[in-house]
């Protein structure tokens, strides 16, 4: 079988402890023929020491830079699989990511492939499909059947909008980005993967979003932003916008509106500036440093478009003759593996009894000999969560209220015993559909199974 051979790229950046639950994440991927390849920019954590272990597993290089474009363009350059994935060093993929990304490859005339990406809670969704114009401006949508753009498909409007996949869900053709001459180096951090994206519906090329290649993005801190995602800094986000309408969008649409779409943006920036400085998240000597970098930015995107050899991409030679492929090496082959969920109302960190201190043992311990497990347990909080935790797909609900009685149970079961045995079924349904179940395993005390049949 000619299985097409992936290698995914992780560009950090002092982001240690969500690199590493990254990189033992991807050992349950279902796909077997991939590689994974680790750009650490110049981190000051213990990023080194952290990925020192993982040499001879992965391939390993460095950016002495903190410019993402950078960052990729060494990563493609060391990668030797057909299609090149890029995730984030704070993304979990779900086990399928890879299956469902590849097989839109079987079309020749797909050059990139995206999916669906939840968010911090690991149940809403941050992105869905995504369309971006010319001037770089994405507009969101959350179904298929209702992509319409001011009454019309995106087709219609040819490459003045196009699918937008997100920089930590994306696949690449790896003879395509060559060809393309990989990153846009001028973008240091935002809409780089935009770009790239443009210049390939430009070429004719098909992109495609999958809804069921999915990948939870945790946000975790960074140079830009902090935990709670207020800006740090606002100069490369601008410098990008404004360097992307210059170029792509004055050619098509000349100069009024650039101007004006850039005007709208600035605006866009500002108001958000404003209201951090009314929610007292920047005080106002910070939110001066801000509007400033708005200012610097803008300028600086408008010179380097006009002054700079744009894009500025590398040459072929730049990507020839990477290292050979090392394939990843997966904890159990998939034929191997069984997927269970365990329903528990008690589970780590703080079970109250014996039940809740033997299901995480037992689910930590089968995870670690490679099975894909799942855990559902009461949320502490009053808001449902998905992570992933030492291995397992960790599924903290909160408990609804089913008067109904949907499922079949014993007349006499207490309304509360049964309202906690449904919700859990009901999200045992929904881990079926994501992940596929083989069994349910859940304890006899408050019969928390009853419904699981």
């Not at 990563?75 to 299609?83: P, Q, V, Y």
């Not at 890029?86 to 590849?102: G, Q």
């Not at 404004?242 to 005007?263: N, S």
């Not at 009314?278 to 939110?287: M, S």
Request: overall charge negative; proline content about 6%.
């Amino acid at each position: 079988m000619n299985m097409k051979t992936v290698s995914i790229i992780i560009n950090t950046y002092n982001r240690c402890e969500c690199l590493e639950r990254a990189l033992s994440s991807l050992r349950y991927l279902r796909y077997p023929q991939f590689e994974v390849v680790c750009v650490n920019g110049p981190s000051e954590d213990d990023t080194s020491a952290m990925l020192a272990d993982w040499a001879g597993r992965i391939k390993l290089s460095s950016c002495a830079e903190t410019n993402l474009s950078v960052s990729r363009n060494i990563g493609i350059r060391m990668a030797a699989g057909d299609i090149v994935c890029f995730m984030d060093d704070d993304a979990i993929p779900e086990p399928s990511w890879l299956d469902s990304l590849v097989a839109e490859y079987d079309n020749p005339k797909v050059a990139a492939v995206g999916g669906f990406i939840r968010d911090h809670t690991g149940v809403n969704w941050q992105a869905r499909y995504v369309f971006c114009d010319r001037f770089g401006r994405a507009i969101f949508f959350d179904n298929v059947d209702d992509i319409k753009i001011r009454g019309k498909k995106p087709e219609e409007y040819g490459t003045d909008y196009y699918v937008a996949l997100t920089g930590t869900n994306s696949s690449f053709r790896r003879d395509v980005l060559v060809e393309l001459g990989g990153f846009d180096e001028t973008f240091a951090y935002f809409l780089d993967e935009t770009d790239v994206l443009l210049r390939i519906a430009d070429r004719g090329y098909t992109i495609v979003c999958v809804g069921h290649a999915e990948v939870h993005h945790k946000f975790a801190p960074s140079h830009l932003r902090n935990t709670d995602r207020i800006p740090k800094s606002l100069y490369y986000p601008i410098r990008s916008r404004a360097y992307f309408a210059w170029r792509h969008g004055l050619p098509r649409y000349g100069l009024g509106a650039t101007l004006h779409a850039l005007k709208m943006q600035v605006m866009e920036s500002t108001s958000s500036v404003a209201w951090h400085a009314a929610q007292n998240h920047i005080d106002q000597e910070f939110r001066s440093v801000l509007m400033e970098e708005i200012r610097c930015g803008e300028s600086d995107g408008f010179e380097l478009a006009f002054n700079v050899v744009a894009p500025f991409t590398r040459p072929p030679t730049f990507f020839a003759n990477p290292e050979p492929f090392m394939p990843f090496a997966l904890l159990l082959p998939i034929e191997k593996r069984y997927k269970l969920c365990f329903i528990s109302q008690d589970y780590t960190p703080n079970p109250n009894g014996g039940i809740g201190v033997w299901v995480s043992a037992l689910a930590r311990g089968l995870a670690g000999l490679g099975h894909e497990i799942s855990v559902v347990t009461r949320a502490s909080e009053k808001f449902p969560t998905v992570d992933y935790e030492d291995g397992v797909w960790v599924h903290r609900i909160v408990q609804k209220h089913f008067p109904e009685r949907p499922y079949a149970v014993p007349e006499d079961l207490p309304q509360l015993v049964y309202d906690w045995a449904a919700s859990a079924h009901t999200e045992t349904l929904r881990i079926k559909m994501i992940r596929g179940l083989d069994v349910v395993s859940a304890p006899i005390w408050d019969v928390e199974g009853i419904v699981a049949h």
